[in-house]
């Protein structure tokens, strides 16, 4: 991975994990804001200024690749390297987590 890459997206805000957690399955921006919703209980909105900056912004870097249009709606998918951005971010929450845990015991 690429020292810019791991600079810019670790750690990574809760938009760019939340996109990137998204985007395991093909999906557009709209399709994301109403998941993102959905898992959060409606604690985390995001707006269409930041989703679509956040889309062009991953997919200049190669963390999303566009896959085709469909109703005038983009669809998105995450790609190796996203993934691999991923999977560290989940390692640092779950470090997080563990840490958290042992110190209230």
């Known amino acids: ?11 990574m805000t809760e ?9 395991r399955r093909p999906n557009h921006g709209y399709g994301i804001v109403q998941t993102v ?7 985390i909105i995001l ?6 900056g956040s889309l062009s912004k991953m997919e200049k870097d190669g963390l999303i690749t566009f896959l085709r249009e469909e109703e005038k709606r983009k669809i998105y998918q995450i790609t190796e390297l996203g993934l ?9 929450i779950e ?3 563990r840490n958290a845990k042992e110190m209230t015991l």
């Open 47 to 52: 707006s269409p200024g930041t989703m679509y």
């Open 1 to 11: 991975m690429d020292a810019h890459i791991k600079k810019v997206y670790v750690p």
């Open 84 to 92: 691999e951005v991923l999977n560290l971010e989940l390692k640092r």
């Open 15 to 23: 938009t760019g994990f939340y996109i990137l957690l998204c985007l």
């Open 37 to 43: 919703k959905e898992l959060t209980d409606h604690e």
């Open 95 to 97: 470090r997080i987590y």
